[in-house]
């Protein structure tokens, strides 16, 4: 008996010493890592037949939404280390979003609520990654690694410029190899928008700078049928009115394509 | 959508059926051997409809969430299994991030050996030890919750008075155990049984103790967007508590205290803090009068079997609420939710008093009164926001924060004033910190009013009616709801309501924010049906988005609109 109680007691002892880790032992460094896009891949005759895939990140976010700015603070570090390769797009919507009102400017649409409400988003922020479900913007970090060392078959270019009270918009993809079906989607973007945003610890700041706001989807919530095989080389045009509530010289324009995978390439142009 | 409501109403009458016979043995077994069967259907669906103005947006066209419980009973073996189809489940509960909600199958079955006063079960179970301060494995389906055990666990009544639990198992989290496997123990002993002055002089008095294992690997964290630095995990969290327990007479206590070694995780944005809760709970309960007086502090203790786990999901413990679940629905408006990671005193008295009948205050029936208040507030706290792998903040014990969370006074006066009439009045006074429970807002401060009249009509029809009315100067303003409930024994039952945000909203917490027009009707109108066993129920109308809590745990139920079916049936 003496011998069994002796037992579980070091069985005890054993598991609580599993339990605890010293302040001094808590971080495991790891060798740095630069990030590198991936390289394209060719086929036997020196073909390139896949190139790197930039990664879309979909914030959700709101003015009302009082941890939004940490998400935001993320995408910045984000944006640090895989530069172009990222395109974070801040869709707001939701119930946390504000559609504003004659004397404070309000950034969520009817298109972000469209989205909050095809992706179930019930609290933020969160952001989905090349639309592989939603994650937590502490989990941004990890999806993205892994986004961004695949490559893809289609090759995307984009070009937008202003003329008058229009954006003119051009995007042309190349299917290197194989076929896709999906849709292509393409929206407008607007940078350094000063509006409200509450804050973690519940204040507003009214002087908050909102970056990569998507403010408009050009050709439908949902894009337009895309299909291409090996090969095809296509060029689209879209024409996008510009309110005047828009500031011209902070514009964007994001085009990608994308299907129940999720998406295969994204592209990011300014508007000139 | 056809194929799905054959497919589901033909598993209902298979499964009817199939428990007509044995339901019917088993309500008069021959003898203690026989195997009684017994079991249960749950059906809750809705024809959903869009619905621009209230924000409802329909998920297809069809949603259920359908439970059929079976269980057969034995001298010697139990055995049960509970069948889900949550295919297109109801709105809200599939949403981020409980998307593995959705589903179909056999997700809970147990086979249960009996000998004496010992068993064994293998399988899914439940298990509570003590408030579940350290463990909880529970099903609440209006939240969506089922944490269930996979494993096996063990109880042993070796001697008078005393009982032993072990248990180990991985937690159900929707469709699949991905969770770190839990293990624990638990012994509860009776003194009363063992100490024969406490057993003269009627005092009953129990102690407990119990330790709950958590074994995860597998998960990595970073502490910086760089990812160079990751956190070396514990691979095991443990957590004890103990508990004394003493009734005399109408008088009760309860002391219990638990801790938890550090556990980093999502909840408390992985700092290396120890978790603590501690109860104190009296208790007064006489003929006429009861009174009730608790107080509660936690600090870090959310506790999950994934370490990255948010939402409902993978909750290994759960701690009590200390604020009334209210059933009218304005009084509901702001449910209060705990708060496991952040910690909180909580308080709570209530006293409860019957005048007699044929008194000046009891008129000819009597008069039933009840006080209830609680009070959350939030600890002692440093304010400073701490890097993954700190240890945290520290708390004096008995300090508070600075926040308060929650507040409600409600008093409640129930009388009938003849035969054929009954009413039913509160009044509550209610703080919420909203920016706290949902993230967003403020302190919203409001009174709620509520008249509830029961007439008799007829020996068989009941009309009741509900008038409430709720004063806020935050949020959205002021709202009024009625119903209509009119029972026609022995079998219907029709009721209609409304509820109406009839004030404007915000014009303190936030009037920056103040822009949408949301003085919308939530219209709702029900026919339901019940014979024997058998209760169905169909409605129409609108449901706003908000909060559903029970016990303290929430799950946000998104605007909906359009027909509902409900159906339930005991066998």
New interface residues.
């Given amino acids: 008996m003496k011998a069994k109680i002796f037992l579980i007691g070091l069985v005890?002892l054993a598991?609580?010493a599993?339990?605890?880790?010293d302040?001094a032992?808590?971080?495991?460094?790891?060798p740095?890592?630069d990030f590198r896009a991936a390289d394209d891949v060719f086929d036997q005759r020196g073909n390139v037949i896949a190139v790197a895939r930039q990664v879309l990140l979909e914030d959700f976010t709101g003015?009302?939404?009082?941890?939004c700015p940490r998400a935001t603070e993320?995408i910045e570090?984000?944006h640090e280390?895989y530069g172009d390769h990222l395109v974070p797009v801040s869709i707001h919507g939701g119930?946390?979003g504000?559609?504003?009102?004659a004397t404070?400017i309000?950034l969520a649409t009817d298109t972000g609520?469209a989205y909050c409400?095809h992706?179930?988003?019930?609290?933020q922020p969160?952001g989905t990654i090349n639309r592989h479900?939603?994650e937590?913007f502490?989990?941004w970090?990890?999806v993205m690694?892994d986004e961004a060392a695949k490559t893809t078959p289609l090759q995307m270019a984009a070009e937008a410029t202003l003329s008058g009270d229009n954006i003119s918009i051009t995007v042309t993809t190349d299917c290197l190899d194989g076929t896709y079906s999906g849709k292509l989607q393409v929206w407008v973007l607007e940078d350094g928008i000063v509006a409200?945003q509450?804050q973690p610890d519940?204040s507003?700041n009214?002087e908050y700078v909102h970056n990569h706001v998507l403010r408009a989807a050009v050709n439908g919530t949902w894009g337009d049928d895309y299909t291409a095989s090996k090969g095809d080389s296509r060029s689209h045009s879209f024409t996008q009115a510009v309110p005047s509530s828009w500031d011209r010289q902070k514009l964007s324009v994001v085009a990608f394509v994308y299907n129940d995978k999720g998406v295969e390439q994204v592209v990011k142009t300014t508007v000139k | 959508m056809k194929r799905q409501l054959t497919t589901l109403a033909a598993l209902c009458c298979l499964l009817t059926a199939a428990a007509q016979e044995p339901a019917g043995a088993g309500s008069t077994p021959k003898s203690a051997d026989e195997a009684t069967v017994s079991g249960s259907i749950q059906s809750d669906m809705l024809v959903p409809q869009n619905d621009k103005a209230i924000g409802a947006t329909k998920d297809g066209n069809f949603n259920t969430n359908t439970y059929i419980d079976v269980l057969m009973q034995s001298r010697y073996v139990d055995a049960g299994g509970r069948f889900e189809y949550k295919e297109h489940p109801l709105p809200g509960y599939a949403n981020y991030p409980e998307t593995g909600f959705k589903g179909t199958g056999l997700p809970n079955f147990w086979l249960k050996g009996k000998l004496g006063n010992n068993e064994l079960t293998v399988g899914t179970f439940y298990e509570q030890f003590g408030s579940g301060f350290i463990l909880r494995a529970y099903e609440e389906r209006s939240l969506g919750i089922d944490n269930s055990l996979l494993g096996a666990r063990l109880v042993v009544r070796p001697f008078r008075g005393v009982t032993v639990k072990a248990l180990t198992g991985w937690q159900r989290h929707y469709w699949t155990w991905d969770g770190g496997q839990v293990s624990g123990a638990d012994l509860e002993i009776g003194l009363e049984q063992w100490i024969r002055p406490l057993r003269d002089h009627d005092w009953r008095l129990s102690i407990g103790a119990s330790w709950v294992n958590k074994r995860e690997t597998g998960d990595s964290v970073f502490t910086n967007t760089l990812r160079s630095q990751m956190l070396n995990l514990p691979k095991y969290v443990n957590a004890w508590d103990v508990r004394v327990n003493l009734n005399k007479g109408p008088w009760g206590v309860l002391l219990e205290y638990a801790q938890k070694t550090q556990d980093p995780s999502a909840d408390n944005y992985f700092v290396y803090k120890k978790g603590s809760a501690a109860l104190l709970s009296g208790s007064y309960s006489k003929r006429g009068l009861s009174v009730l007086l608790q107080a509660k502090r936690s600090e870090n203790m959310a506790f999950r079997s994934r370490r990255l786990q948010t939402g409902n999901a993978l909750f290994i413990n759960h701690l009590p609420a200390f604020t009334l679940d209210h059933t009218y629905a304005l009084a509901a408006l702001y449910p209060y939710a705990t708060q496991l990671a952040d910690g909180e005193w909580a308080y709570q008295a209530e006293v409860g008093y019957t005048f007699k009948r044929r008194t000046w205050l009891g008129g000819r029936y009597g008069m039933n009164v009840k006080v209830n208040y609680s009070y959350v507030r939030s600890i002692d706290d440093d304010g400073v926001e701490y890097p993954y792998g700190a240890t945290g903040y520290k708390s004096k014990f008995f300090k508070w924060g600075d926040a308060t969370y929650y507040q409600d006074l409600n008093v409640q006066l129930s009388r009938r004033f003849t035969r054929g009439f009954k009413l039913n009045l509160m009044y509550m006074n209610q703080r919420y910190n909203q920016l706290v429970v949902e993230r967003h807002g403020g302190m919203i401060h409001s009174n709620i009013f509520v008249a509830d009249g029961l007439f008799q009509l007829a020996p068989k029809t009941q009309l009741r009616c509900e008038l409430q009315y709720l004063q806020t100067k935050q949020d959205l303003g002021d709202w009024v709801y009625g119903l209509l409930e009119l029972s026609l024994a022995p079998h219907w039952m029709l009721t209609v309501s409304d509820m109406w945000n009839c004030g404007n909203t915000a014009t303190e917490a936030l009037p920056t924010y103040n822009n949408e027009n949301t003085h919308h009707h939530y219209y709702q109108g029900f026919v339901t049906y019940s014979v024997g066993s058998h209760r169905i129920q169909a409605g129409y109308g609108r449901t706003r988005a908000g909060y559903n809590c029970s016990g303290g745990v929430c799950r946000y139920v998104p605007a909906t609109k359009g027909f509902t079916l409900s159906y339930n049936y005991n066998f």
């Fill in positions: 005890g598991l609580s599993c339990s605890h880790v302040e032992d808590r971080i495991i460094e790891l740095k890592k003015q009302k939404c009082v941890n993320t570090e984000l280390i119930d946390f504000f559609h504003g009102t404070n309000g609520d409400e992706w179930k988003v019930t609290y969160v479900g939603l937590n502490e989990q970090s990890a690694e409200m509450s519940g507003v009214r």
